[in-house]
């Protein structure tokens, strides 16, 4: 059974920083890209970002390109998604995914979701 546990979500003001992390079990994560999505309330699903299985190819969405940033640590079978410059319009829950590879289809949508962490952001 696959699951996704997210944690780092949090109350932060505008400027500030926050670290989500997602840790895997059930699958094989070596073989697997990680992703975060967010969604806001009364907004569609957006990808934030992909990371790839060797963590060397790295997607973002252009609304938080520069100020996110996606690492794994695959003995840990953890992926993180560092914000810094946190703006109201991130406030969202964040979901981590996982899918098979990042692509240029990797917002579309992923195979496995965590339960969600939310970030809500503060003017």
């Known amino acids: 059974q696959v699951q996704l546990v997210e944690s780092g979500g949090g109350l932060v003001q505008a400027g500030g920083s926050l670290r989500l992390s997602c840790t895997a079990s059930g699958l094989d994560f070596v073989r697997t890209a990680m992703a975060w999505f967010r969604q806001a309330p009364g907004k569609e699903r957006e990808g934030v970002s992909c990371i790839s299985r060797s963590g060397v190819d790295r997607y973002f969405a252009g609304s938080v390109k520069g100020r996110f940033s996606i690492s794994r640590d695959n003995a840990k079978t953890t992926v993180y998604l560092n914000m810094n410059d946190l703006k109201p319009e991130d406030t969202a829950m964040y979901y981590c995914?996982?899918?098979?590879?990042?692509?240029?289809?990797?917002?579309?949508?992923?195979?496995?979701w965590g339960q969600g962490t939310q970030v809500t952001v503060s003017s």
């Open positions: 995914a996982a899918r098979s590879i990042c692509g240029d289809s990797w917002s579309n949508g992923a195979d496995y």
